[in-house]
């Protein structure tokens, strides 16, 4: 887990079903779960990050279940979770990643 999970606490859980990981490996039996944290700062810095993280999650083949929760997903006992950061430059354009980084092109 990265500093800015355990700085800023998540209000929301963008989460999904990996269908390709789960079955196997640490979700042997079980499924396996990826959970994004949302937290206020990057809803302020991009207000619309849970619509588009939502679509692009959507449009993969290797996703199911995809919705938003609240709370980290509970999992059973052959099914494993993973936090990842947010794909951001997956989700946004690059001048828009330019524009929420300030990187200067």
């Known amino acids: 887990m990265n500093n800015k999970i355990m700085n800023n606490k998540p209000v929301y859980y963008v989460v999904f079903t990996d269908t390709f990981m789960s079955g ?3 979700a042997k039996y079980g499924k396996s779960y ?3 944290p949302i937290t206020e700062e990057d809803l302020k810095r ?3 990050v849970i619509e588009r993280l939502l679509n692009f999650l959507r449009s993969r083949t290797d996703t199911s279940r995809v919705r938003v929760n609240l709370h980290k997903p509970r999992t059973g006992p052959n099914d494993h979770l993973v936090l990842h950061d ?3 430059h997956r989700i946004l ?3 828009e990643f330019d524009r929420l980084f300030n ?3």
């Open 34 to 36: 990826v959970a994004y």
């Open 93 to 95: 354009s690059p001048k």
């Open 86 to 88: 947010i794909p951001w």
């Open 46 to 48: 991009f207000p619309n």
């Open 24 to 26: 196997w490996g640490k």
């Open 103 to 105: 990187i200067a092109i």
